[in-house]
C-alpha cells in the first residue's frame, strides 16, 4: 500500500435548502478536515448530518457555499468522475449481489478503465488488507458472506482506487455490538496505515468518541453546535445541548479516551519473601501515598499486598500474611476500565504489569481522578478549564 | 387412437409443431423488445407508468376471438401478421410488469452504491439493475411463453394455429378424436418444455442467486 495520504476537506459557508421547505437542512456549515483524520459528523436525526456528506460527493448538491478537497471545488469535476475519487461505504453495504467478491471490489478500478492484472492483483491486495483471504474470497458471491464479511468487502471496495477521501454512512449501523467493536478496532489499525480523509457519519455518539480525530457535533436544522476534538468537547462542551447530547456521563467516556499509559506510576514498594519487616517498613514510610508494599515472586510479578499492620517488629515477612487479588492493569488499558478495576478492590490501587506480568508501578484511583481536573487543550490551541463553557 | 393415422401424418405433425415454434419464439421476442423499450419509458418518466400499463391491461383483456375478428379485415386471413398482432399484444402486460418488477426489486442501497461508486445512469441501468432484475425478468418470460403456445392454438380460426390446427380443423371439425389429442399433447409438451427450458436457462444466468449465507 503507497502511503497516499489523504488530502484536506473543507466545507465553506455550506447550506442546503430543499425546494419548499424555509428552514435549510445544512445551515451555512463551515468546518475544516485536516488530511488523514477522521473526522465524525454526529447528531440527532434530522441534524443534516448525513446530508452534509452526501454533498461531498454530489450525491446531493449543495445550494450555497463552496466545498474543495485538497484545495479544489468540488463543483469543477462531473459529479461521476468526481464520485470516482471518493470512496463510499454506507450501512446497508450495498455490494452487488450479481457479482463476485473480487468483481465488487474491482468496480471503481473497472469504472476508471484500469488494465486487467492490475486491478486483479489490486484487488487481492484490497481484500487481504480488510482480513480476507483472497483465494477463499475472490470467487464467491455477496449471499455467502456474513453481514461483518461483506461491511469488510465495501471498505476494500471503497478503497481501490486509493481515493484521499472516504465517506461512511453508518458503515457499522447493522451490524451487532460485540462485531462492531471488532471492526471498529480493525478499521482504526487500517485507518493508522491507509491515512485517508475521512468523513464518518454516526447517531452514537460513543462511536464519534472513538472513532473520531475530531467530532462534529450538528443539531436540528443542520446547525454547528461544537467542533473539536473528543477530549476538548467532553472536557467543554460549547452549550447545553452539546452537554446533553453527550451524555450525563461525560466524565467517564473522557476516561476511556486516555489509557494507563498516559499517568505518571507510583513506584512501588516491591517486597520478596523473606525479607526484613523493619527494613521494609522504612522502605513504605518513605513514601507519601502508600500504606502498602506489594510482594512480588522472583520474576518481579505482583502476588499480593502487604498492610503496614503486618510489619510489626522485625524479622522476615511471612509471605502469607499477603492479600491476594490486586487489580492488575495494563499500560494500554483505557482509564474508564482501569477505574472500574480499581473500585472493585480493597486496596484501591491498581498493579501496572507489562506484557510478561511484570510490575512497572502502581496506579490509583486519585491519579485517574485528577486526570479529569487537567486543562485540555481545544483543536484550536486554546486550554480551557475543565467544565469551562467555550464562549459562542 | 388412429396410430396409423399418427404415422402416415408425421410430416404433418412436425410441420404444425415448427409453426406453433416459430409463432411463440416470434411473439414473445417481438413482444419483449416492446415491453423493454416501455419500461425504459417509464423509467425516465415515471408518469407513464399508469397509462402504459392501463392499456396493456385493456389489451390483455380483449377477448382473443374479438381480436381477430376486428383484425383479418386487415390484415387478411392466414395472415400470420394477424396472429402476431394479437400475440404480442397479449405478452405485453406479463412482460413489461415482470421488467418494472424486476427493476424495482433492486435494493436502494445497491443503487445507492452504484450512485456513490461513480456509475453513470446508463452504466448503473446496464451493469447494476438488469443484471440484478433478470431472475424476475427471466420468470416474466417463462410465464408469458407458456401462455402465449397455449394461445397460438386458437389462430387455427385464422387458418393458422399450429398444433392448434390439427386441434381444430382437424380433430374438431371433422370429428377425428386422434388428431385433437395429438395436437393437445403436442401443445402441452411443449409448453412443459419451454417452461423447464426457461429454469434451466435462469440457473445458468444466475449463479449468485443460488448459494444462501448461513446465518
Known amino acids: ?392 | 387412437m388412429d396410430v396409423n393415422w399418427i404415422m402416415r401424418n408425421l410430416d404433418e405433425i412436425g410441420q404444425r409443431t415448427l409453426e406453433h415454434v416459430f409463432l411463440t419464439v416470434i411473439a414473445i421476442s417481438v413482444g419483449f423488445v416492446i415491453s423493454f423499450i416501455l419500461a425504459l419509458l417509464i423509467r425516465r418518466a415515471r408518469w407513464l407508468e399508469g397509462p402504459i400499463i392501463g392499456v396493456s391491461g385493456v389489451l390483455y383483456a380483449i377477448p382473443s376471438l374479438a381480436l381477430f375478428a376486428f383484425l383479418v379485415p386487415f390484415t387478411g386471413i392466414q395472415n400470420p401478421l394477424t396472429a402476431e398482432i394479437a400475440l404480442v399484444s397479449y405478452t405485453i402486460l406479463i412482460l413489461l410488469r415482470n421488467i418494472l418488477a424486476g427493476l424495482q426489486s433492486v435494493p436502494r442501497e445497491v443503487i445507492e452504491a452504484a450512485d456513490g461508486m461513480g456509475y453513470t445512469s446508463s452504466q448503473r441501468l446496464w451493469r447494476v439493475e438488469l443484471p440484478v432484475a433478470l431472475p424476475v425478468i427471466v420468470a416474466g418470460l417463462r410465464i408469458a411463453t407458456v401462455t402465449i403456445i397455449g394461445l397460438v392454438t386458437v389462430t387455427a380460426l385464422i387458418g393458422l394455429g399450429g398444433l392448434g390446427y390439427l386441434i381444430v380443423d382437424i380433430g374438431y371439425r371433422r370429428f377425428f378424436l386422434t388428431a385433437t389429442i395429438v395436437g393437445s399433447v403436442g401443445a402441452v409438451t411443449l409448453a412443459v418444455l419451454a417452461d423447464r427450458g426457461f429454469v434451466v436457462l435462469q440457473h445458468a444466468l444466475t449463479p449468485w442467486a443460488r448459494q444462501r449465507a448461513e446465518d
Not at chain 1, 14 to 27: E, L, Q
Open chain 1, 1 to 392: 500500500m503507497q502511503d497516499a495520504s489523504g488530502a484536506v476537506v473543507a466545507f465553506d459557508h455550506v447550506t442546503k435548502r430543499y425546494p419548499g421547505s424555509y428552514a435549510p437542512a445544512v445551515d451555512n456549515l463551515t468546518l475544516t478536515v485536516p488530511a488523514g483524520e477522521i473526522c465524525v459528523l454526529v447528531g440527532p436525526s434530522g441534524c443534516g448530518k448525513t446530508t452534509s456528506m452526501k454533498m461531498v460527493n454530489r450525491l446531493i448538491e449543495p445550494t450555497g457555499g463552496r466545498i474543495t478537497i485538497g484545495g479544489e471545488d468540488i463543483m469543477s469535476l462531473p459529479a461521476v468522475e468526481l464520485r470516482r475519487r471518493i470512496g463510499y461505504v454506507i450501512q446497508q453495504v450495498g455490494l452487488f449481489p450479481h457479482l463476485t467478491i473480487g468483481e465488487n471490489t474491482a468496480v471503481v478500478p473497472k469504472l476508471l478503465r484500469w488494465k486487467a492484472d492490475r486491478t486483479r492483483k489490486r484487488t487481492d491486495e484490497l481484500l487481504d488488507i480488510v482480513g480476507l483471504d483472497p483465494a477463499q474470497y475472490r470467487d464467491r458471491y455477496p449471499n455467502e458472506l456474513s453481514g461483518g464479511e461483506r461491511q469488510r468487502v465495501g471498505v476494500a471496495r471503497a478503497l481501490a482506487a486509493d481515493p484521499p477521501v472516504m465517506l461512511m454512512d453508518e458503515p457499522f449501523g447493522a451490524v451487532d455490538p460485540i462485531r462492531r467493536d471488532g471492526l471498529q478496532n480493525e478499521f482504526l489499525r487500517l485507518q493508522s496505515r491507509v491515512r485517508k480523509t475521512i468523513i464518518f457519519v454516526t447517531h452514537d455518539v460513543d462511536e464519534a468518541i472513538k472513532m473520531g480525530d475530531r467530532i462534529a457535533i450538528l443539531q436540528r436544522g443542520g446547525i454547528l453546535a461544537q467542533y473539536d476534538t473528543p477530549a476538548a468537547i467532553l472536557a467543554n462542551p460549547a452549550s447545553e445541548f452539546v452537554e446533553r447530547f453527550v451524555g450525563a456521563d461525560r466524565g467517564l467516556k473522557r476516561l476511556s479516551l486516555g489509557r494507563v499509559r498516559d499517568l505518571e506510576l507510583i513506584d512501588a514498594v516491591k517486597v520478596r519473601a523473606g525479607e526484613d519487616r523493619a527494613e521494609i517498613r522504612r522502605r513504605l514510610d518513605r513514601v507519601d501515598e502508600l500504606t502498602y508494599a506489594l510482594l512480588v515472586d522472583e520474576q518481579d510479578r505482583p502476588l499480593g499486598w502487604i498492610d503496614q499492620h503486618d510489619l510489626a517488629g522485625s524479622g522476615p515477612v511471612d509471605p502469607d500474611a499477603a492479600t491476594p487479588g490486586a487489580p492488575t492493569v495494563e499500560p494500554e488499558t483505557t482509564l474508564r476500565d482501569a477505574l472500574s478495576a480499581l473500585l472493585g478492590s480493597s486496596v484501591q490501587l491498581g498493579v501496572v504489569v507489562n506484557e510478561r506480568h511484570r510490575v512497572l508501578g502502581l496506579v490509583s484511583v486519585d491519579a485517574i481522578g485528577e486526570r479529569l481536573r487537567t486543562p485540555v487543550r481545544a483543536a484550536d490551541g486554546k486550554l480551557h478549564e475543565v467544565g469551562e463553557t467555550a464562549a459562542h
